[in-house]
């Protein structure tokens, strides 16, 4: 007697009762876990076989860890939220970059190094620069107001802020990701901090 060979690739479909047989239970059976939707049909009384064993093995697995089908899609909804939470999250931080709302550490740090050197380096002058005006007064007020005026200039350093300041003139938009275009797994080189 010859026996039939069956090549199985991806797209093998079998019957309802070759299922049960490779299962090791009753037609009723498979048709239960179909019910519970821990196998799905392609048509009735028919199974891609390379699913449905891989999805009763999956159920076996779990049932053998002690898991149930709602513990195991709560964590997965869960992780999806977090998922979609972090996208968002995200994508806000880019919007406000990129509405000029939000600043770039890197850039807030170039800036205030920048003001902070202007006006150490004003402060640094200053001795040098008042002395020799020093030396033709002998009023201690007219002193005093040639020091507060300097340092009053050397402090207007630190107020002229200007949010433009702490963006790069050019923004490369090539490099901002829009959450919605892709799959997400992108990493952008103009990460916010």
Do not use: C
Request: aromatic letters at 6%; proline letters at 1%.
């Amino acid at each position: 007697m010859e026996t039939a060979k069956t090549k199985v690739d991806e797209r093998t479909i079998v019957n309802t009762k070759a299922l049960a047989k490779m299962f090791n239970m009753t037609e009723r059976n498979v048709r239960n876990l179909v019910a519970e939707d821990i196998i799905g049909r392609v048509g009735h009384g028919r199974y891609d076989l390379i699913d449905s064993v891989s999805r009763y093995i999956t159920f076996l697995k779990m049932a053998s860890d002690g898991l149930d089908d709602a513990t195991v899609e709560e964590s997965l909804e869960y992780e999806k939220w977090l998922h979609e939470k972090a996208k968002r999250e995200k994508a806000e931080i880019e919007l406000a970059h990129i509405k000029k709302e939000m600043h770039k550490s890197d850039e807030v740090e170039k800036v205030l190094n920048h003001m902070v050197m202007a006006f150490r380096s004003k402060m640094l002058s200053l001795p040098s620069k008042v002395a020799l005006q020093l030396t033709t007064m002998n009023d201690a007020n007219q002193i005093e107001d040639l020091l507060e005026r300097d340092v009053h200039q050397a402090l207007k350093e630190l107020s002229e802020y200007d949010p433009s300041m702490f963006f790069a003139e050019d923004i490369d938009m090539e490099e901002i990701e829009i959450v919605g275009e892709g799959d997400g797994t992108e990493t952008n080189d103009a990460s916010i901090e």
